[in-house]
């Protein structure tokens, strides 16, 4: 079984930062890619930012791109989203998620997911 688990949401202001960290148990993790899905209310859950575990590759939403990044810690079977410049519209459920075929920006591709945290950032 594998678990996901995210931490680091919070309520901030626009143009502040946050880091998110999704901490992975369980299983190796070293063919998965691991990615950012955040779920704003009444609205489907979208692709924010991806990395390929081994190669580091990273993938991220043109919505996003020049403010969020993704990094992982291999060490610590860590992945982090750093969000800068945050907007209103940033305000959502961030979930992390583990694919085992490779899949990046398509939500149906991940097999595990955690139980989101919550960023708001206010106006």
């Known amino acids: 079984q594998v678990q996901l688990v995210e931490s680091g949401g919070g309520l901030v202001q626009t143009g502040d930062s946050l880091r998110l960290s999704c901490a992975a148990s369980g299983r190796a993790f070293s063919a998965y890619t691991m990615g950012w899905f955040q779920q704003a209310p009444g609205k489907e859950r979208v692709f924010v930012a991806a990395i390929t575990w081994l190669g580091g590759t990273t993938y991220s939403a043109d919505s996003v791109k020049g403010r969020f990044s993704i990094s992982r810690d291999n060490a610590k079977n860590t992945v982090y989203l750093q969000m800068n410049s945050l907007k209103p519209e940033g305000t959502a459920v961030y979930y992390c998620?583990?694919?085992?075929?490779?899949?990046?920006?398509?939500?149906?591709?991940?097999?595990?997911w955690g139980q989101g945290t919550q960023v708001t950032v206010s106006s």
């Open positions: 998620a583990a694919s085992k075929s490779g899949g990046v920006r398509e939500k149906g591709r991940y097999d595990y």
